[in-house]
């Protein structure tokens, strides 16, 4: 089974008035399935930027990002979004704006599922599949 997901030699370069910005340098990093990861680092260690690219938000100025063990560095902004909505789940940095303070987390991963337009026991599967994950995953560290 693939891993979760997978960077190989990822590079990001951002444009800035004064400049090229190097945020990822040849990162090579596996997120393994059932596990939770933690990525720490001082600020502007691209954290932000490597959760981006995970997410399918942006693709990577070079090398290959791996979800699921599908490459989608050549994926069009369209094509990655429409992978995204079927493959990552993603709560922004700020959860106090992206989360309904009267739902529980379960409750949470049930909506995203049913937005998606999947039948009903397919969505009940989902949300204990991934709260079962969540709640006994270790946490792995990497910086």
Not at 4 to 14: L, N, T
Not at 17 to 37: E, K, N, Q, W, Y
Not at 43 to 56: F, P
Not at 97 to 122: I, P
Request: proline content about 5%; overall charge positive.
């Amino acid at each position: 089974m693939a891993d979760a997901a997978a960077c190989d030699e990822v590079v990001q370069v951002y444009r800035t008035a004064s400049g090229p910005v190097a945020a990822l340098r040849g990162i090579d990093t596996t997120f393994a399935r059932g596990t939770v990861t933690v990525v720490v680092g001082p600020s502007g260690a691209g954290k932000s930027t490597l959760l981006r690219l995970l997410a399918c938000l942006e693709g990577p100025a070079a090398g290959e990002v791996w979800i699921g063990g599908e490459p989608t560095a050549h994926l069009s902004p369209t094509a990655r979004r429409r992978f995204a909505a079927h493959r990552v789940g993603y709560v922004f940095q700020q959860p106090r704006k992206n989360l309904l303070d009267y739902l529980t987390s379960t409750e949470h991963v049930h909506l995203a599922a049913s937005m998606r337009s999947r039948r009903r026991h397919t969505s009940r599967k989902t949300v204990a599949t991934t709260s079962s994950a969540a709640a006994r995953s270790p946490v792995r560290r990497t910086a």
